[in-house]
T-cell receptor
């Protein structure tokens, strides 16, 4: 039981490049979330998926897209990376009691 | 105005003392409250959740909730150097998606 896994762990992109961050959970949770964390800002919600087949915008969705591929997997795509998207990205999934469990994170640098 | 506010710290406490962390929130409809601990370079991990007014104790940790005053606090008793981390307060206002709003975190340093 790996919990929430994320790939890659680290990534460096040039401005304008695209990439997809992968997230998977093996806990049979319905809801999944993508956050970004910048110094002193706490975690800010980018997108979430309340259940398989649905996605909704969070607090900071601009510049991102998501896909809920199936119940286990929730990916985050940057179509044209910008330096302002340099951050640590966390994926989380939620049990029915509304506790969220986080993956190990992806450190992204956009040059 | 940020919806969930925390003092960024650092909060420096001697080993064995009590660390007291505070969090205020703006949405009166908030229903559930969480404290996460985050070590440097790691992901947040849940240490406490609280849903009703009053105190909730779990080992050395006590969460306190006062909905009328819109604050939630965390006490760490007998602080250990391993408690040195950033503590994030998170609030769920019960809206669709059960989204959490996080504060900026309080950095705690426990000195031997």
């Amino acid at each position: 039981n790996a919990g929430v896994t994320q790939t890659p762990k680290f990534q460096v992109l040039k401005t304008g490049q695209s990439m997809t961050l992968q997230c998977a959970q093996d806990m049979n949770h319905n809801s999944m979330y993508w956050y970004r964390q910048d110094p002193g800002m706490g975690l800010r919600l980018i997108y979430y998926s309340a259940s398989e087949g649905t996605t909704d915008k969070g607090e900071v969705p601009n510049g991102y897209n998501v896909s809920r591929l199936n119940k286990r997997e929730f990916s985050l795509r940057l179509e044209s990376a910008a330096p302002s998207q340099t951050s640590v990205y966390f994926c989380a999934s939620r049990v029915i009691t509304d506790t969220q469990y986080f993956g190990p994170g992806t450190r992204l640098t956009v040059l | 105005q940020k919806e969930v506010e925390q003092n960024s710290g650092p909060l420096s406490v001697p080993e064995g003392a009590i660390a007291s962390l505070n969090c205020t929130y703006s949405d009166r409809g908030s229903q559930s409250f969480f404290w996460y601990r985050q070590y440097s370079g790691k992901s947040p991990e849940l240490i406490m959740s609280i849903y009703s007014n009053g105190d909730k104790e779990d080992g050395r940790f006590t969460a306190q909730l006062n909905k009328a005053s819109q604050y939630v606090s965390l006490l760490i008793r007998d602080s250990q150097p391993s408690d040195s981390a950033t503590y994030l307060c998170a609030v769920n206002n019960g809206a669709a998606g059960n989204k959490l709003t996080f504060g900026g975190g309080t950095r705690v340093l426990v000195k031997p």
